[in-house]
């Protein structure tokens, strides 16, 4: 089974900083992959997903996610922050089911 | 919109009871799942379905079960509560597209 690794447990970063969630995982055969979030006390909603075509996808609230497939890897970005995006992030892989990353919390300080 | 409806946001239980968890949708997905999200861990598989009284177990069903009597109906089940199922549960579908779509979650603690 496929499986998904976060980097970062938590990325502090100031307002209007650019910042970057890594995420790698780990598939020997084509997947989907996407980027959710959390806000607190919420369920997951979906941010991005790649599942076939131009590698660089663009989702809500301005975050950009290049899937890069011979490194493994589905990089988040974001190239200027606000205190709004602060939250937890998941990235996941789907093939039969979907599985996820342990998640990166992201807090973003005034 | 899609809309994955849990039937608590909050549950208080004992130790030992027997407790139910219900997630509904309403867009005739044929795939429903259920995940526990623990602080580090992300959202860990518990049990997933493909279709009406189908189930496959995913990465950590011990302690629970489920049942799919109905499309739209998944319910998660904990036989005998124990406080190490002290947790946030998420209930997801999909379709035959991969996205899935999140319930806003119930967070259950078992006393």
């Known amino acids: 089974a496929q499986s998904v690794t976060q980097l970062d447990s938590q990325v502090p970063v100031f307002e209007e900083a650019p910042v970057e969630l890594r995420c790698n995982y780990s598939s020997s055969v084509s997947v989907y992959l996407f980027w959710y979030v959390q806000y607190p006390n919420q369920g997951l909603q979906l941010l991005l997903k790649?599942?076939?075509?131009?590698?660089l996808v663009k989702g809500i609230n301005g975050f950009e996610a290049e899937f890069n497939k011979s490194q493994t890897s589905f990089h988040l970005r974001k190239p200027s922050v606000h205190i709004s995006d602060t939250a937890e992030y998941f990235c996941?892989?789907?093939?039969?089911?979907?599985?996820f990353g342990a998640g990166t919390r992201l807090t973003v300080k005034p | 919109d899609v809309k994955v409806t849990q039937s608590s946001r909050y549950l208080v239980k004992r130790t030992g009871e027997k407790v139910f968890l219900e997630c509904v949708q309403d867009?005739?997905?044929?795939?429903m799942f259920w995940y526990r999200q623990d602080p580090g861990l992300g959202l860990r598989l518990i049990y997933f379905?493909?279709?009406?009284?189908?189930?496959e177990k995913g990465d950590i069903p011990e302690g629970y079960s489920v049942s799919r009597e109905k499309k739209e109906r998944f319910s998660l089940i904990l036989e005998s509560a124990s406080t190490n199922q002290t947790s946030m549960y998420l209930c997801?579908?999909?379709?035959?597209?991969?996205?899935?779509?999140f319930g806003q979650g119930t967070r259950l603690t078992v006393v």
């Open positions: 997801a579908s999909s379709s035959t597209g991969p996205e899935a779509f």
């Open positions: 867009m005739d997905h044929e795939n």
């Open positions: 996941a892989v789907s093939d039969d089911d979907m599985r």
């Open positions: 379905s493909y279709d009406v009284k189908m189930k």
């Open positions: 790649y599942l076939s075509g131009s590698t």
